[in-house]
């Protein structure tokens, strides 16, 4: 199992970042994908879900901002992030999404966005 994310960076208050997450060793057709982020000094949350069959579901600090979504063809997910805050600077991670995430072992290196104010 391998997960790669990209796309983090520095934007200002009010912009705009695509993040993307490359997983190999498992199919994103087949499983329930998610979004999660971890700020310094706080525990990693959830942001954002897909289900196999493309259904969505946000935390509420982020729905109508933030957008998931994935090809099944290339393997990927991606976190379309508009009008973004500085509570929203954060380590972004994609993993499989369960009931038990928060238990996994395995994090890919995540990707890192800061919102300037």
């Known amino acids: 199992v391998l997960l790669v994310e990209s796309g983090g960076g520095l934007v200002q208050s009010g912009g705009s970042l695509s993040l993307s997450c490359a997983a190999s060793?498992?199919?994103?057709?087949?499983?329930?994908m998610g979004w999660y982020r971890q700020a310094p000094g706080k525990q990693r949350e959830l942001v954002a879900s897909i289900t196999r069959d493309g259904l969505t579901d946000y935390v509420d600090s982020v729905n109508g901002r933030f957008t998931i979504s994935k090809d099944n063809t290339k393997n990927m997910v991606y976190l379309q992030m508009n009008s973004l805050k500085p509570e929203d600077t954060a380590v972004y991670y994609c993993n499989i999404f369960t009931s038990t995430w928060a238990r996994y072992n395995y994090w890919g290196q995540g990707t890192q966005v800061t919102v300037s104010s």
């Open positions: 060793g498992y199919s994103v057709s087949i499983n329930a």
